[in-house]
T-cell receptor
């Protein structure tokens, strides 16, 4: 069965620090993988996607993610956090349907 | 270029009532999916419509039904509302005929509260 696990429901970093949000997937076939961001009282905005091309994917707002098949991971990183990055982040896996993780709330402190 | 739009923004209903939520897909998109996002959870797939037919369905009861119109817009209907149906309902669209087939774009959602 297809599933997505996001380790850490809350992550706190200082402004300027590295952001690392973890995502592991489980799927019987190679999935397509996505990261979405959700700001309070808003819908989901696509950050980046992996669709079996380059394993290192660059997205909007300075975020990037690396697909590692051996580790079944698709962790999201950003070298330097900004206050505006504070939001809920969702990892999602697509085979026949889009399955989401439970989300990670990112807090950024000044 | 208009993105995905949903109406209404907020809705309050009582148990046992019926509700209809509406979605207009992003311009050029022909496939619409609906998701339920309970508080503190990730979105859960309800169903997907393409060419006015339900093509896939998640693990939701028959109280949840939908429709897609010839202009690709869609409705989500929920009958016999339960308290547990309180959630943010998200609509997403994609274009099944392009290289973007795998990418879904989400609307702002409708917040449904069942009292």
């Amino acid at each position: 069965a297809q599933s997505v696990t996001q380790l850490g429901s809350h992550v706190s970093v200082s402004e300027g620090a590295l952001v690392l949000l973890r995502c592991n997937y489980s799927s019987s076939v190679p999935p397509y993988l996505f990261w979405y961001v959700q700001y309070p009282n808003q819908g989901l905005q696509l950050l980046l996607k992996y669709t079996s091309a380059a394993t290192l994917v660059k997205g909007i707002n300075g975020f990037e993610a690396e697909f590692k098949k051996s580790e079944t991971s698709f962790h999201l990183t950003k070298p330097s956090a900004h206050m505006s990055d504070a939001a809920e982040y969702f990892c999602a896996s697509l085979t026949d349907k889009l399955i989401f993780g439970t989300g990670t709330r990112l807090q950024v402190f000044p | 270029d208009a993105g995905v739009t949903q109406s209404p923004t907020h809705l309050i209903k009582t148990r046992g009532q019926q509700v209809t939520l509406r979605c207009s897909p992003k311009s050029g998109h022909d496939t619409v999916s609906w998701y339920q996002q309970a508080l503190g959870q990730g979105p859960q797939f309800i169903f997907q419509y393409y060419e006015e037919e339900e093509r896939q369905r998640g693990n939701f009861p028959d109280r949840f039904s939908g429709h897609q119109f010839p202009n690709y817009s869609s409705e989500l209907n929920v009958n016999a509302l339960l308290l547990g149906d309180s959630a943010l309902y998200l609509c997403a669209s994609r274009d099944a005929g392009t290289q973007e087939i795998y990418t879904q774009y989400f609307g702002p959602g409708t917040r449904l509260t069942v009292l």
